[in-house]
């Protein structure tokens, strides 16, 4: 963008706000279209979680009257009751929502869009027409997905994996228009993923304030930038292979159907893209989780260049461990191994990662806010997730686990713990993105019920997986090796709809604090990165004149300095005067 | 006023000020902002052909893996594709390539006749080689060949018809750089246009060979 164009803009945006339309709806603003992916995904968030409520009950208490939804019309339901086709379909929706439609537009779209450029001291984001298109197409997107509720047949029932032939054909699962649009749904959601991956990496690179080298990035941009990298290389195997499922179902071709076909290659393809996929998902958390531990123990993050270069590490081994999803496809036991070497090899990035957090914690000033608990609560969840995918990715216990509650309650602990940090981002990044403090009491009140719901859900899956509770069962009461697990679903259930109870405090602090919150100032946390010294919230350009950056984001506790932390752009000779 | 500051510490406290400085990340005052080494566009472009070759490359994974896994290749009962009319394509295409250089060596030198006449040349041999490859489409067709007879027809009407499209696009892309350099919108200092329009569609003819390589010859 040429100086006069962007001076030109701050103008714009500093007086009178534009008209409706182009300011809220068809805005090229990067803070507003973050705002934009982020209710996109919290509303998303509402239909997945509703879904999840409805497994719950089936497993609880199978085959009996869901209060409330005796109004769903036949085939869906039957006065309330869940028949096997509907419960494929919850399952697979409850995937495919939570993961397309809440954890990437949230994470990667909302604050990867609100942050990078801001967090660079860049006034916006490279290409910001491209990016309004990246949020519009991926809302279209989520109309598609949602649509496939209301065709004949109902949505999607092939699992959020899509295993071919049992998507390849409609007979299989009785379900024709809805898996054609989770498809097409994706296909375009590719699209969305692709201009913004490329308005990421564009912009970390070509635009960052003078003086905001790569090592001077706060670790949440690093996240990013990997992940905008992931995402650019990873999807478009996905679109291929969705491509040519396509063609399998409507053009009656062969690639994955086992008349001539190879229905492997479409598990090949799928977690090609899918492993990559995971950390997608996963960096950004981490990105800021180390960003907000840092600020709150008003310490330097423990081991900064080791922190990205692990997510570096993490990102190229992406690559090779896909095999690991299929160690029970009946592939060659050697590849087998060759896989799980390379999968055992990711848990030391993890574990530095792991371990650095706890050193940025160790010895620091902590203030117990919202933000932190949140953030710690990733980490602990992140830890007995990890563990848990050491067990998973050695391949003898895989034999014996695979496709079981275990691996359930593995991948809950690592992606629906992101959740920990995407509140920890939202109670972090709130006062920036709309200029008021949320209520830290419900704060609290919402990270506790979270915290101890959460483990009650998911913790006690780990048991029924080793007792061979099957991972996608309708009715587990049907064999009677599992009928002693009965209580245990039951409780799993209760904890489950206290999980979703405790989200309330939640959404009542966040509309409430929208409209009624306190005002926030500049730096309300004290914190060094560069969206703290915009206004809250920040003006169309974000800054009055491009900052200039002197030092790394984390200088907290400086000694010499009379506060406990040192802006990024706050020019000091002090400093070094008075040294150690 | 932040090199003021820092030249005054420096000068006062000599060295060593200078290296505690830097030890918690404040160091020498920071360069002034300076142009990109790569444009915005040009990047962008970059990793979007960068997204294009992990899509062919899912889609010539998946030929690989279903062609090596076939017994006999190509199978008995079915057409043979024509090699050397599309050995004739190929070398139709490698050219446009070369005259899409010229173009933009033209576009450098500012040299608009020079410059509208190779892209019109690129567009040329560009919709020729649609041409042969669409008669040589109905052709197959004819001979029973469709998208439904097996892998064989699959992988073959996957793979050239998605780089088909891609040239088509291209080749739109190549159709609007050419109007808007008659109108002479390239004559002043910006080539970028014709550029990217360029890198774009090197990587539309440096793929074919592969793909000529892998379905037709293999």
């Known amino acids: 963008m040429s100086e006069a164009a962007a001076s030109a803009h701050a103008d714009h945006g500093h007086h009178e706000p534009a008209g409706f339309w182009s300011h809220y709806v068809f805005s090229t603003d990067h803070k507003m279209i973050g705002r934009q992916f982020l209710f996109l995904g919290l509303f998303m968030l509402i239909i997945g979680g509703t879904l999840a409520m409805l497994i719950r009950w089936q497993l609880a208490w199978p085959e009996t009257e869901v209060p409330g939804m005796g109004w769903v019309p036949e085939p869906t339901m039957y006065e309330g009751i869940i028949p096997p086709n509907t419960y494929n379909m919850l399952f697979t929706m409850h995937a495919t929502i939570m993961i397309f439609f809440v954890v990437m537009p949230v994470m990667v779209g909302g604050f990867g869009n609100f942050l990078i450029p801001i967090m660079i001291g860049a006034k916006d984001m490279a290409f910001p027409l491209l990016n309004m298109l990246s949020f519009w197409v991926g809302a279209v997107a989520g109309v598609i997905m949602v649509a496939s509720f209301f065709v004949v047949g109902g949505a999607a029932a092939g699992g959020w994996t899509s295993y071919t032939p049992l998507t390849g054909d409609a007979v299989f699962t009785g379900v024709n228009w809805g898996i054609n649009l989770w498809v097409l749904s994706l296909f375009v959601l590719a699209f969305s993923s692709l201009m913004g991956s490329i308005n990421y990496i564009t912009t970390v690179i070509n635009m960052r304030a003078p003086g905001m080298t790569y090592f001077r990035m706060p670790l949440s941009i690093w996240s990013l930038f990997i992940t905008a990298i992931l995402l650019l290389l990873a999807l478009p195997v996905l679109t291929a292979a969705l491509g040519m499922l396509f063609f399998d179902r409507v053009f009656a071709t062969n690639f994955f159907l086992p008349a001539g076909g190879m229905p492997l290659l479409w598990q090949h393809l799928f977690w090609f893209f899918g492993h990559p996929e995971v950390y997608i998902l996963v960096l950004p958390a981490m990105g800021v989780t180390s960003d907000i531990l840092s600020v709150f123990s008003r310490k330097p993050i423990f081991g900064y260049r080791a922190m990205a270069y692990s997510m570096i590490a993490i990102a190229f081994l992406s690559w090779i461990v896909w095999g690991h999803h299929m160690f029970l496809s009946g592939m060659n036991p050697l590849l087998g191994t060759a896989f799980m070497l390379t999968t055992m090899v990711i848990a030391v990035p993890s574990a530095i990662k792991t371990f650095n957090w706890l050193g940025t914690l160790w010895g620091g000033s902590i203030r117990f806010t919202v933000p932190l608990l949140f953030a710690i609560g990733f980490v602990s969840n992140f830890v007995i997730g990890g563990l848990s995918g050491i067990f998973m990715a050695s391949t003898p216990v895989d034999i014996f686990i695979h496709d079981t509650y275990f691996i359930v309650a593995h991948f809950h602990y690592v992606v629906a713990g992101i959740i920990f940090a995407m509140f920890a981002a939202i109670y972090f990044w709130f006062p920036k993105m709309f200029g008021r403090m949320m209520n830290s009491t419900w704060g609290i009140v919402h990270f506790i019920g979270t915290y101890i719901f959460f483990n009650l859900t998911f913790f006690p899956m780990h048991f029924l997986g080793v007792g061979g509770h099957m991972r996608r069962i309708y009715n587990p009461m049907q064999y009677e090796y599992l009928e002693q697990f009965g209580d245990m679903n039951v409780f799993i259930t209760i904890s489950a709809f206290l999980l979703a109870i405790s989200q309330i405090p939640f959404i009542v602090n966040f509309v409430w604090s929208l409209f009624a919150g306190e005002k926030a100032s500049e730096n309300p946390w004290e914190a060094n990165t560069l969206e703290w010294s915009a206004p809250s919230p920040p003006p169309h350009g974000n800054f009055a004149t491009t900052p200039q950056v002197y030092r790394g984001p984390y200088e907290y506790s400086v000694p010499g300095v009379e506060e406990d932390w040192l802006p990024q752009d706050r020019p000091l000779g002090a400093a070094a005067a008075t040294g150690h | ?218």
Do not use: K
Not at chain 2, 91 to 106: D, E, P
Not at chain 2, 126 to 152: D, H, K, N, P
């Open chain 2, 1 to 218: 006023m932040a090199r003021e500051a820092t030249a005054r510490s420096s000068s006062g406290d000599g060295v060593e000020t200078l290296a505690h400085a830097s030890a918690f990340g404040g160091g020498p005052p920071p360069p002034s902002q300076a142009e990109p080494v790569i444009s915005n566009a040009r990047l962008g472009l970059m990793m979007f052909i960068g997204a294009e070759v992990m899509f062919f490359a899912g889609l010539i994974g998946a030929f690989l893996v279903l062609r090596l896994s076939s017994e006999v290749w190509p199978p008995p009962a079915q057409p043979r594709l024509p090699v050397w009319i599309t050995g004739f394509n190929t070398v139709v295409l490698l050219c446009s390539g070369l005259a899409m250089h010229r173009a933009s060596l033209a576009a450098r030198l500012r040299d608009r006749l020079r410059l509208s006449g190779w892209l019109l040349a690129t567009a040329v041999l560009g919709a020729l080689f649609l041409c042969i490859q669409g008669y040589e489409w109905v052709r197959l067709i004819g001979f029973g060949l469709t998208m439904r007879s097996g892998l064989y027809g699959s992988t073959f009407y996957a793979l050239i018809g998605l780089h088909g499209l891609h040239v088509l696009g291209a080749l739109v892309w190549v159709g609007v750089v050419w109007f808007l350099a008659r109108q002479g919108s390239y004559a002043s200092d910006q080539a970028a246009g014709v550029e990217l329009c360029a890198m774009y569609w090197m990587f539309v003819v440096a793929l074919w060979p592969v793909l000529y390589g892998l379905v037709y010859l293999y």
